[in-house]
């Protein structure tokens, strides 16, 4: 690019006389300046009348629809519906739609479907027979006696024995320094 400021070496130069707009300074007279001034004022009051105007035109069309009994979500509705039905008369949708049903039709999705169809009748079977056995094994296991009940768990330690092991002693020493402390 041969502009200043976007070439490798050229640099972009600023004066110090550019106002604080950002914009470079005019060479308007004070009556042009007041007359754009003017003619500025003049178009924001158009501007705000517009704004207004539709405003007020929105609200129309909303008493109309209220009035016809079309709601945001049956306009929603009725775009939707108008979309789709150009979705599916478009021409790659159409295309689309072909190749799919070509596909469909192939003799190698009609031979997998077939083989997952099979595949989906085995497996059905299968846990089928694996339920019955089941029921079987648990009704055989009503059928049988309880078992004794449980015994009670006895210590493997007396009470004089644990009293000189080493965790006792050491608790015993942390008891007795908390004590000493009071």
């Known amino acids: 690019m041969d502009r200043p400021g976007f070439g490798g070496t050229s640099s972009m130069s600023f004066s110090s006389s550019m106002p604080g707009n950002g914009f470079p ?5 004070d ?36 009035q016809l009994g079309m709601g ?10 108008k979309g789709w039905q150009e979705v599916q008369t478009s021409s790659p949708y159409l295309t689309a739609s072909a190749v799919l049903d070509d596909i469909n039709n192939s003799n190698v999705c009609v031979r997998t479907k077939e083989g997952l169809a099979h595949a989906g009748h085995v497996t059905s079977s299968a846990l089928s027979n694996m339920g019955v056995v089941i029921t079987r094994r648990l009704a055989s296991m009503r059928a049988l006696p309880l078992p004794s009940p449980p015994r009670t768990l006895s210590h493997t330690m007396s009470v004089p024995s644990m009293r000189h092991s080493s965790t006792f002693k050491s608790l015993e020493e942390m008891v007795g320094s908390v004590k000493k402390r009071r």
């Open 25 to 29: 300074p005019t060479d308007l007279s």
């Open 31 to 66: 009556v042009e300046k007041d007359n754009l001034r003017f003619e500025l004022a003049k178009m924001e009051e158009e501007i705000q009348t517009l704004r207004q105007v539709l405003l007020t035109k929105e609200g129309d069309a909303a008493d109309i629809r209220r």
């Open 72 to 81: 945001p979500l049956s306009n929603l509705k009725e775009n939707l519906s």
